[in-house]
């Protein structure tokens, strides 16, 4: 059994390993060498993004694998400040999970930032997601929907709005001459933040409009990028638009 050891952070400052660990070593892999890699995935949250009315004592990160030393996480704030506080461990009975415990929290905006390391091959994974706790008013900009002509036989508008939960709600509208073609669009979310990894989300169609979106809780203010990936029957190469998107914090806070 692995004993509880609290967290620090590195030298970096991009995130909260296990204390001890003298930092992470990274292997290079060469696709052309045919080596597979053991990705550790984020498989499941508890609490999962989106909205809670408070934050339990622990929260519980699963990955698809095994994971080693210098995996770990971290709570930020609204700001992408550190909580202070938080500690954490690998569950004892499973190394696939890590364990937050967090102290008690105001309501507000926070995200999980985290990074799995596998166990299997070493390899290092980035990501996060958001959490909105008890109501917090949602974060807005005043940027509205941002449209974009390239390329020039497609425009992509990216369109947010937030929803009753506090999670915003991503649609993207497509019109040229190859809209008909538009299969699949997938938002690519980078935080203003650095270090902390990329969120990939999948559009699905809506059930009245056809038109392709997704839930994304948009929970640290600052400049995002946002990236639209559209895919097209009978186009070889994916349309890659990049938007930038401002979250303003509301007055007052």
Known sequence: MMDRKTWTRRSTGRILTLAGVAGLST??????????????????????????????EQLV????GALDRGSGARLLDVRGVPVD???????????????????????????????????????EMLGFYGLVVGGAFPLSSDSGPVTSSMPADLSVQLSPATDVGGATQWSVTTSG???????????????????????Q??????????????????????????????????VSDDARVRFAWTAVLPLGV
């Open 85 to 123: 506080g938080v500690s954490g461990e690998f569950d004892p009975a499973d190394r696939t999970r890590i364990v937050l415990t967090v102290p008690p929290v105001a309501p507000g905006l926070y995200t999980v930032a985290w990074v799995a390391v596998s166990a299997e091959d070493g390899h």
């Open 201 to 234: 989300v999948t559009c699905k169609a809506d059930a009245v409009t056809g038109i392709p979106g997704a839930s994304f809780p948009v929970t640290m203010a600052g400049d995002w990028q946002v990236e639209a990936i559209i895919r097209r029957t009978g």
């Open 177 to 199: 001459a190859t809209a008909d073609t538009v299969a699949r669009v997938i938002l690519s979310f980078v935080p203003p933040v650095s270090g902390i990894g990329t969120v």
């Open 61 to 64: 990160l699963t990955f698809s």
């Open 27 to 56: 292997s290079a892999f060469l696709a052309s060498a045919g080596v597979a890699l053991a990705h550790a995935n984020l498989e499941k949250a508890d609490p999962p993004a989106g909205a809670v009315e408070t934050l339990p």
